[in-house]
């Protein structure tokens, strides 16, 4: 079957450090990915994709590769800052699937000023 | 520009009553979502609609559980006899066609069953 894994929370930073989330993932087909974002008190919303291999999503300061070798989409940024904080989910959609999407668990972030 | 809305932002309910969750998707969006999302979890697919119809129902965890898009707009997420279990955040998504993965999320329906 399809599976999202993500690192653990919660993430604690200090602005303008540099940060790294990981998302492994599993599925039977050729996925897109995705990661979605979830500011306090609202909907998740779409932060950046990719489709296939080596292609390379970004958005606000976010960027995350599409890595069919280790079947990874790790979210990076330079440097954040304190509106960064939520919560950071990592999904996939494989081709065909109805579903849409699959989830992972979500990382908390919180930055510091 | 109204995004997804959903309406109770917030409900309790006691043990074995029925509960009735609504989703108001964005104007013109054919395919609408319902997700669930238990605490500390991301969401899990319940349900999917193409229109009317429910194109994929497989997500729905039991029988107690129903979901309804009559005029292809709005729907509702019908819970019957819940259970504690049945706590959890609902969400609705929608998008202007499927297969390009790009979700319109709710802020959800906070459900607590008591």
Known sequence: GNSVTQMEGPVTLSE????????????????????????????LQ????????????SNKGFEA?????????HLEKGSVQVSDSAVYFCALRVSGSARQLTFGSGTQLTVLP | GAG????????????GKYVELRCDPI????????????LGQGPEFLIYFQGTGAADDSGLPNDRF?????EGSVSTLKIQRTERGDSAVYLCASSARTGNGELFFGEGSRLTVL
Not at chain 1, 65 to 73: A, G, L, P
Not at chain 2, 66 to 70: I, K, L, Q, T
């Open chain 2, 66 to 70: 129903f979901a309804v898009r009559p």
């Open chain 2, 27 to 38: 104007s013109g969006h054919t395919a609408l979502y319902w997700y669930r999302q238990s």
């Open chain 1, 16 to 43: 303008e450090a540099f940060l790294t989330i990981n998302c492994t993932y599993t599925a039977t087909g050729y996925p897109s990915l995705f990661w979605y974002v979830q500011y306090p008190g609202e909907g």
């Open chain 1, 65 to 73: 590769t599409y890595r069919k070798e280790t079947t990874s989409f």
């Open chain 2, 4 to 15: 997804v809305s959903q309406t109770p932002s917030n409900k309790v309910t006691e043990k």
């Open chain 1, 46 to 57: 779409l932060l950046l994709k990719a489709t296939k291999a080596d292609d390379k999503g």
